[in-house]
């Protein structure tokens, strides 16, 4: 039997936080790899691993039985959250690989499934904002966060934990809901390159805006707003050098 898996940097990143001996779903698992990573290591561990379309979770089926994993990872077709059934239980959810308008809209849509999920995991490949917001709107402190680099991509990694405590959306600035309130302490070099890449692209971005026939002003400003929080982080990063 295969006791070992190899793991993507990313998804390797993200593994890393999922709890010894968690009951965890992974939503748009794909191949099943994460799962089948995370149980071969702990033998505490539980999970389900989600899929939407059939040609995933038959691959992901055939992964689990490959590595002779059945007993302890469920492989689920479905829709998002709805995989999940009452009773079983999780307190970790893992969503990763996917954009950030689209993990809200999952966790939004499946609510009513997370009410013993004490741990969420998500790594959006673009606009970790909008999954923060829904985090901490939703009583999900953000107790982590992680950049990471791999093949010339940079992926960002939220690990948010659940209190009963009040939200701390009244405590998180605009700037913090874009950067991360934590990466904006790391400041770590894939950082600094990411916000190099995005102030170059909004400012591209800006300058059309201002040259079409019909403009959207507050959408110009917000967007002018951004840059200038982008260029301070940016000038933080020269003048660490």
């Known amino acids: 039997m295969v006791k070992t898996i190899n793991l993507?940097?990313?998804?390797?990143?993200?593994?890393?936080?999922?709890?010894?001996?968690?009951?965890?779903?992974?939503?748009?698992?794909?191949?099943?790899?994460?799962?089948?990573?995370?149980?071969?290591?702990?033998?505490t561990a539980k999970?389900?691993?989600?899929?939407?379309?059939?040609?995933?979770?038959?691959?992901?089926?055939e992964t689990v039985t490959s590595y002779q994993l059945t007993d302890v990872i469920d492989v689920r077709l479905g829709n998002g959250l709805e995989v999940i059934r009452p009773g079983d239980e999780l307190n970790h959810v893992v969503i990763a690989?996917?954009?950030?308008?689209l993990i809200k809209s999952i966790l939004e849509d499946g609510k009513d499934k997370?009410?013993?999920?004490?741990?969420?995991?998500?790594?959006?490949?673009?606009?970790?904002?909008?999954?923060?917001k829904w985090l901490v709107e939703n009583h999900y402190f953000l107790t982590n966060e992680e950049i990471v680099e791999e093949n010339g991509h940079i992926y960002e990694i939220i690990v948010a934990d659940y209190s009963e405590r009040t939200s701390e959306k009244e405590k998180i600035s605009g700037k913090e809901l874009l950067f991360g309130p934590i990466?904006?302490?790391?400041?770590?070099?894939?950082?600094?390159?990411?916000?190099?890449?995005?102030?170059?692209?909004?400012?591209?971005?800006?300058?059309?805006?201002?040259?079409?026939?019909?403009?959207?002003?507050?959408?110009?400003?917000q967007f002018e707003q951004e840059l200038v929080w982008m260029e301070e982080v940016l000038q933080d990063g020269k003048s660490n050098q």
Not at 97 to 101: I, N, T, Y
Not at 206 to 221: P, R
């Open 114 to 132: 997370l009410k013993h999920v004490k741990r969420i995991i998500a790594q959006p490949n673009v606009d970790a904002r909008n999954v923060r």
């Open 97 to 101: 690989g996917m954009g950030g308008s």
């Open 183 to 221: 990466l904006l302490k790391k400041k770590t070099k894939e950082f600094y390159k990411k916000w190099q890449h995005e102030f170059e692209k909004l400012q591209r971005i800006v300058l059309q805006m201002k040259h079409a026939k019909v403009q959207d002003i507050e959408k110009i400003k």
């Open 47 to 61: 999970a389900i691993a989600g899929e939407v379309n059939e040609g995933p979770y038959n691959s992901a089926r």
């Open 8 to 43: 993507s940097t990313r998804l390797t990143a993200v593994a890393s936080y999922i709890n010894k001996g968690a009951h965890f779903a992974d939503i748009g698992s794909d191949h099943a790899y994460l799962p089948c990573y995370v149980c071969l290591k702990d033998k």
